[in-house]
């Protein structure tokens, strides 16, 4: 008998990365060697380099292999390394993944993340990779998009062909068993969409794949949930963000006041009893309560009142245990009282103080203890520091940063280990509160502040070391004492 014939791999052309301008994006070079990269009014400068390396970076608007340069290369081999991470760490590069030989892309790579750089390994053809759960495709005006969370960059699909691996690769297989495939897309990619946490590497014990692509906290993440808040934070998206007024000119704006219903008016006014009688205390705080953007450096807030802002807000009162709902053999689980509200009594919400100018406190990035009524010195590197309070100054069109600014971080889980579907909206409802609360505290007190509405989470992440998922900015707070000009107003 003839021995039945060896299966052999499929062959398929290796593909390549190249780094390409962003197409809005132009290079400017000066005689002397100086380059910056231009788009709309704006221009950043990348820095002096050789005629060599200058003439070379011509090649990013055409696409520039990555492998064709490295940072222990020749000397211009090493200044383009450098030019082309500058320029990726201020998101103005994409990236092309080709078959060499071929003209047409396989994706294209729009970095999410400042630190992203694609990353291409040898894929071990016995390991059993899927596809991630929080990863999707979408159009996007005419293309297709592959998204995901926690991914460090958004890959645009040119070749349909890729969908349909991803699609078969919504249960684990083998790599040996993709390459076997039709359309198999090459390792390339499949590493390239590993490292982004699109597809995840499956341990070929595991039944339960939720359990297999994270730690504890990524389990209790629902997709929605963690979709929302990468893409509503700043710091791991590229997308347009803030009071940019993206619809002026296009559709009229909604009135302030919303037009009222046809039906019987009843003139509330003519049943006011109390309109005669004076404010009471906390309708006065209410009418007083305002927001504070420019602080008085001269005066500055002072520790004692730090101190005394935190303890009637945000210390915890008292520590009690509970079993949960309807069911009594469950765990004792571990809750507090304090001044303000929270879903479910979680209290999930944590406070971390960028302190700019207090007097008695040094300028520093501070935990507050919320049990122990104490600030823990939490070590940052001062450049992140000043980017985030400069961020927050930003926010308030202010000229200043402010003396203090509190970030508001959740610890999630605290919220979707109990809560399936609405955990999110919660702790973002639990934001609300807790800002409210500071700012009437901030009022009665004669101090000032501020609501923020953006926060970055790529920034927290590194100034605490703490994964995005694990515990991140919902919310901040400027804080400190008004500036005289303003209380003049
Ligand atoms: C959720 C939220 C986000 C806010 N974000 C900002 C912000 O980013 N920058 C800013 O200057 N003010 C911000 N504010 C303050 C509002 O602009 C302010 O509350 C509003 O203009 C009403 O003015 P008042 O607070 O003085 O009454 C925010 C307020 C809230 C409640």
Redesign the pocket.
């Known amino acids: 008998m003839r021995a039945p014939e060896k299966k052999r791999g499929r062959k398929i052309a290796a593909s390549a990365v190249s780094a390409w301008l962003n197409p809005l994006v132009r290079l400017e070079a000066q005689a002397d060697g100086t380059i910056a990269a231009c788009f709309d009014d704006y221009s950043v400068g990348l820095g002096k380099f050789s005629a060599g390396a200058v003439d070379r970076a011509q090649a990013l608007r055409t696409g520039l292999p990555l492998s064709s340069f490295s940072d222990h290369g020749s000397a211009t081999d090493k200044e383009i390394d450098l030019l082309v991470h500058r320029l990726a760490r201020r998101g103005l590069l994409e990236y092309r993944l080709a078959h060499s030989h071929h003209e047409k892309y396989q994706v294209v790579i729009e970095p999410q993340l400042p630190d992203y750089w694609p990353r291409t390994t040898k894929p071990n053809d016995t390991e059993t990779i899927a596809l991630s759960r929080f990863a999707y495709l979408r159009r996007r005006g005419n293309e297709m998009v592959l998204e995901s969370p926690r991914a460090g960059a958004l890959f645009r699909i040119c070749d349909p062909r890729i969908a349909s691996t991803l699609a078969a690769l919504s249960t684990p297989r083998k790599i040996s068993w993709l390459r076997r495939q039709d359309g198999f897309p090459g390792a390339e990619l499949l590493t390239l969409l590993l490292d982004c946490e699109i597809l995840f590497k499956v341990d070929a014990a595991s039944d339960d794949l939720r359990a297999a692509e994270g730690d504890d906290n990524l389990v209790m993440w629902d997709f929605h949930d963690l979709l929302f808040h990468a893409r509503s934070t700043e710091g791991r998206q590229s997308n347009p963000l803030g009071g940019l007024y993206p619809f002026a000119g296009v559709i009229s704006p909604l009135p302030a006041v919303r037009p009222h219903w046809p039906g019987k008016k009843i003139d509330l006014d003519a049943f006011s009893t109390a309109a005669a009688a004076p404010n009471s205390p906390f309708t006065q705080l209410l009418q007083e309560?305002?927001?504070t953007?420019d602080f008085d450096d001269a005066q500055p807030i002072t520790l004692a009142e730090l101190s005394q802002f935190l303890n009637r807000t945000a210390r915890v009162q008292s520590n009690w245990t509970s079993k949960p709902d309807f069911d009594d053999h469950g765990p004792d689980i571990e809750y507090t009282t304090r001044r303000y509200p929270s879903g479910g009594s979680s209290y999930e919400l944590e406070l971390y103080l960028a302190v700019a100018q207090c007097e008695g406190l040094a300028r520093g990035f501070y935990h507050y203890d919320a049990g122990g009524h104490a600030l823990v010195a939490i070590e940052t590197r001062p450049h992140e520091l000043e980017a985030m309070l400069s961020t927050a100054a930003f926010?308030?069109?202010a000229s200043a940063a402010p003396p203090i600014l509190i970030t508001i971080a959740a610890r999630f889980g605290r919220v979707s280990w109990k809560y399936a579907s609405i955990a999110h909206s919660l702790i973002l409802k639990d934001a609300?509160v807790l800002?409210q609360t500071f700012y009437l505290m901030a009022t009665d007190m004669g101090l000032g502040g501020?609501?923020?509405?953006?926060s970055n989470i790529d920034l927290f992440a590194k100034m605490t070391g703490i994964e995005f998922h694990v515990e991140g900015p919902v919310g901040q707070f400027a804080l400190g004492r008004g500036s005289k000009l303003e209380g003049s107003e």
Do not use: E, K, L, V
């Open positions: 309560r305002h927001s953007r926010a308030m069109g609300g800002i501020c609501a923020i509405g953006t």
